[in-house]
């Protein structure tokens, strides 16, 4: 995605259980940091993957990041430039039950 221009900027992302979902947002370039809040009443995952379907056998493995109801998680993942995620992985989220709705904040280097 491109350069968000704004410092911080957010996204959500609506769950059902065994659906895997993007954020409203996809991820900027310029984003340094995720603050992803879990409202809903059951455990979410969040993870990158090539796709939906590799994302679920990442939930199956138990590699994907757990997210307990309820709670916020900062991650820290530097600008485009400087990740190391494998090329053309992309930032999925799923619920371990019912449904739910993540919030999710990017705070944005803002110097491009």
Known sequence: MANSYKPASGATATLAV???VQPSVLLP???HTIVVYNSAMVAAYMGWAQDAAAFLLDIAAGT??????GTAMTLAINSISGRSFTPGDELWFDISAGAGTLYITYVNGISI
């Open 29 to 31: 370039d310029n984003t």
């Open 18 to 20: 065994g659906v895997p």
């Open 64 to 69: 994907a990041i757990y997210l307990p109801a």
